[in-house]
C-alpha cells in the first residue's frame, strides 16, 4: 500500500521538477507502475488482478504527470482576458493552432497559445481568459481548462484504487499461504 502512494508521490515531485520535458515523468511513471503491477504479480500470484491495475495504473500517471503544471498555474498563474489576434493554421488543414494573442492593453504576448483539434479552436477576434506563468515555466492555458483538483482527483482516485487492490492482493497471498500453497510454487495464471 505504501509502495502506491510513494509511487504517486514520487511520480508527481518529478513532474514538478521537471516542468517543460513531460517524457521525464511519463517514462519513470511507466517504470514505477510496471513495478507495482510486479509487486501484485508476486504478491497475489494471479494476472487477473495484475491486468486490472492497468487502468489505476493511467490515472495515477495521467494524475501525477499533469497535476504539476495545472496547479503552478492554479497557485501561480497570472490570470488575464485576451484577443485572438493571428491563428498560424488559419486557412489549413492542420490541427495544430499556434494562436498569437494580443492582451487588452493592445500590445502581443510574446508566448503563443497552442491549441491541437480541428472543432472548438478560437477564431481571430475571439476573447480570451487565459492564465500564464509569470515566470514562463508553464505553457500557459485557457482559465476553463485549468483544473488542478481534477488532475488532483485523478491521481487520488488512481492511488486508491491501488491500496484497494494491494489490500486484495495481500489478502488472497494471505489465504494461499494458509492453505499450504508457497511462494516458490508454480503460480496459477
Known amino acids: 500500500m505504501v509502495f502506491a502512494w510513494a509511487i504517486a508521490a514520487a511520480n508527481t515531485c518529478i513532474a514538478y521538477v521537471t516542468f517543460g520535458s513531460n517524457w521525464i515523468p ?11 503491477t510486479v509487486l501484485l504479480i508476486l504478491l497475489h500470484r494471479a494476472w487477473w488482478l495484475a491486468l486490472l491495475s492497468t487502468m489505476p495504473s493511467l490515472f495515477v500517471l495521467v494524475g501525477s504527470v499533469q497535476y504539476a503544471p495545472e496547479g503552478a498555474l492554479d ?9 485572438v489576434a493571428a491563428d498560424s493554421a488559419a486557412g489549413t488543414s492542420s490541427k495544430n493552432h499556434r494562436l498569437t494573442l494580443r492582451g487588452m492593453d493592445g500590445n502581443e504576448l510574446e508566448e503563443k497559445l497552442t491549441y491541437r483539434g480541428r472543432s472548438g479552436a478560437p477564431e481571430v477576434g475571439d476573447r480570451l481568459d ?3 506563468d509569470p515566470d514562463g515555466k508553464v505553457p500557459m492555458a485557457q482559465a476553463d481548462t485549468v483544473d488542478a483538483s481534477g ?3 485523478t491521481l487520488v482516485g488512481g ?4 491500496t ?12 494461499l499461504r494458509r492453505r499450504g500453497h508457497e511462494l516458490g510454487e508454480p503460480i496459477d495464471w
Request: hydrophobic share 60%.
Open 26 to 36: 511519463i517514462m519513470i511513471g511507466v517504470l514505477l507502475c510496471f513495478a507495482f
Open 75 to 83: 497557485r501561480l498563474g497570472v490570470r488575464e482576458s485576451v484577443v
Open 130 to 132: 487565459i492564465v500564464r
Open 151 to 153: 488532475e488532483f482527483g
Open 159 to 162: 492511488t486508491v484504487m491501488w
Open 164 to 175: 484497494l487492490m494491494a489490500i486484495l492482493a495481500g489478502r488472497r497471498g494471505h489465504v
